[in-house]
């Protein structure tokens, strides 16, 4: 830009003296003021330059603001029931990224844009492997957030869950997929089978005396809200603390048969606490749902859920956990639990390197467990 401004000032400077040649006899030498033109030129260019930077500058708006997050993971899973031998112990690498977009109109209103991909699902370390699209970018939400008056927040959106106003009463943040729920599986409604395909939309309100309450619901794209699609309606109630806090959720998701509604519904409740002691002892997350199946057989139709963690915020230069549970483990059946442990490494304050170790129980007497361990990469930017 410095360049530039030369580039116009040499010819205007010129153009101030050529008149001034021309008209010799009637200027004198005290009637031309070349600091003084000059001045005004570059004031001229100045603002020439600050319109292109304006320009510039408005091609993306000042409110919005883009965060990247790349995942790399490299792990291996031991499991001697696998089908193909020679697949049950392979060391797997793949990765998984997202952008988020998040603008405002208002100061207050919030639009959030979530951008996946990922490689397909690798089976070997699938309970960590976060964004299995494919290659290729998807939309993995699109909401807009906005308040309704002092104490309401309202959503509205697009592949994403009814519950994003939900307050968990969970503080225990694993990188699995299953003990992360914090064993509020299914009565948030964010793991119904087309939650990430339809239409959400919800609202919550903060007594500011630290009790929250929240309803959501979703539904299908094609059918909203009607007789021929299916629905799911949640409510959350929570209360906050200084060192603790508990929330209790409620959900129901239509049941449908044959592309029809059926009369029973699933429902779900969920139970969750935490708790955080002072000093150096590690702060502990409890879930516990259960869930009635109204279309499925007898013996079938009670399932629950179950999760207890610990976390450590500070262990040497970073944080650990450990955490067990079961997921939909229906009446009458073996609870199978996952157990975990991992330690997460800031390597500075872009990058953060996740060593784990996990074990997942599996079905009948004659089959083995199956167990992996996984470093997984994360820089965000």
Known sequence: MKLF?????????????????????????SDFNPAEEIAITNSRVDGLEARLNNFEAGSFSETTTASFTVDGLLGFEDDDDAAAVDNDDNVVATYSFQLDLNTSFTGEDSLDIAIDAGNAGIDAIDEYDRNGNGDGLTVDGVVYTFPVGDKMTAFVGDNTNGSNLFTKACVYGGPGDMLSDCGDVNASIANTGWARGGVAIGASYDFQNGLTAAVGAQTQDNDVFNEEGQDAYAGNLAYTGDNYGISLTYGV?????????????????????YYTPDGSLPSISVGYEVGNLGGAAAGADEQASFMIGLTWDEVGPGSAGIAMGHSNTVENADELYQYEAYYEYPVNDSMTVTPLIYTLDAAGANTDDTSGAMVKTTFKF
């Open 253 to 273: 998701v239509e049941e449908m048969t044959n592309n029809a509604l059926t009369d029973e519904d699933d429902k779900y409740t969920a139970l969750n606490a």
């Open 5 to 29: 401004k030369s580039l116009l000032v040499a010819p205007a400077t010129l153009g101030l003296l050529a008149p001034i040649a021309a008209t010799a006899n009637e200027v004198t030498i």
